[in-house]
């Protein structure tokens, strides 16, 4: 789950110098792929889609979905294409990485707007997960006489949609664990501050809140690290902050309470008087009920489609215990702790690893999980 970079505009001049002979489905899909991660935390809940228009191996326009109730990647690549270029529109091809709506939600459907400008060819990778589409965009294109071709780069399409795939389907957040670990597979120490990773991995850190709807840690990580909980180490928006204090013992003085403009959900088994502060959204949950899947019913309730787990250990294995997460991201530090608490552990299917100074980081996908897309 990485945004786009300034290598896009490099890699469409790329695209555009080569031969006809070179240039297939899966290039142009691959771009829109490009295109769809620069959506990625600003889109949430809805999924990261990109599109281009290509003509006689040129592209004419290309889009990608910007933000939250803003136009859809097919709006965006059509508004794009120049003046001089809108009459070849009907003879060219529409690449999308996802099929295109056909029901009405924050922005009309895409297939009325394909359909009025005439195009006849439309190219995708997946189909929607949404019971209200699933098949019936491109069946409706289908019955209007366009041409579709699907399964582009299918794996990668869905890959691609996986949180918005549990949203839609699970009424829950997508849930990203992360945490890092010594050498021999601590944690941390019980009620003491200790720094594992390597300084450079804290802008990746900070790149992972910023592509979190909101981040969730409990009242042991605040009390002992008193964290902000903020995107300073690379460009983003702040994520929304969730805090679990079954106790209700904190206080309004932890930097997680800053009343700094960003949404704050508190969770207790109890009402905490001293955090009945306005800019706080206060949830008291039931005892004797599941205290993670209260809070993830409430999350997905306001429109919270990714969720990050940050701290601590003892939150993140009730978590895995539950079964109730989705991908996990470990970095694993040279730190030579041998003693205190031991990190959670998880079993899964590798689907990346990188290098960010001495530490390994090492994203992980729960297999267990029901195949949703």
């Not at 794009?80 to 999308?96: F, K, N």
């Not at 450079?200 to 964290?227: E, F, M, Y």
Request: glycine share 8%; charged share 20%; net charge negative.
């Amino acid at each position: 789950m990485t945004p786009g970079s300034g290598m896009d505009e490099i890699h469409l001049l790329i695209f555009v110098c080569m031969s006809a002979t070179a240039l297939t489905d899966t290039t142009w899909m691959s771009r829109c792929f490009d295109l769809a991660r620069r959506g990625i935390g600003r889109v949430s809940p809805n999924p990261p889609v990109g599109a281009l228009l290509v003509y006689q191996d040129r592209i004419l326009g290309e889009g990608y979905h910007q933000y939250y109730g803003g136009p859809h990647a097919e709006v965006n690549a059509l508004f794009a294409v120049s003046d001089q270029d809108r009459h070849l529109i009907p003879d060219s091809t529409l690449y999308v990485s996802l099929e295109p709506c056909c029901i009405t939600g924050k922005t009309p459907p895409c297939t009325d707007l394909i359909l009025k400008e005439g195009i006849r060819d439309v190219r995708v990778s997946t189909t929607d997960p949404n019971p209200l589409v699933a098949g019936q965009g491109l069946n409706h294109l289908r019955n209007h006489g366009v041409r579709i071709t699907g399964g582009i780069l299918e794996e990668e399409g869905k890959s691609l949609i996986r949180p918005f795939a549990t949203n839609i389907l699970h009424q829950r957040p997508y849930v990203l664990l992360k945490w890092a670990q010594s050498r021999w597979g601590y944690a941390g120490i019980a009620e003491e501050q200790v720094w594992l990773s390597d300084p450079l991995t804290k802008t990746w850190s900070h790149s992972q809140r910023a592509q979190a709807d909101a981040i969730l840690v409990g009242a042991r990580t605040v009390s002992t690290d008193d964290p902000a909980l903020t995107v300073r180490e690379f460009p983003g928006r702040s994520p929304s902050r969730v805090i679990f204090d079954p106790n209700g013992r904190l206080g309004p003085g932890c930097r997680v309470f800053t009343d700094d403009g960003c949404p704050i959900y508190y969770f207790a088994f109890k009402t905490n008087p001293d955090l009945q502060l306005q800019h706080i959204t206060s949830i008291v949950i039931n005892p004797e009920q599941d205290a993670f899947s209260q809070m993830l019913q409430t999350l997905f309730n306001h429109q919270v489609g990714i969720l990050l787990a940050e701290g601590g250990p003892y939150l993140q294995k009730s978590i895995i215990k539950q079964g109730l997460w989705d991908e996990a991201w470990v970095v694993q530090t040279q730190h030579p702790l041998d003693h205190g608490i031991t990190a959670p552990e998880v079993t899964g299917i590798k689907i990346d690893t990188n290098n960010t100074g001495h530490d390994q980081i090492v994203g992980i996908l729960n297999a267990s999980r029901p195949k949703i897309v």
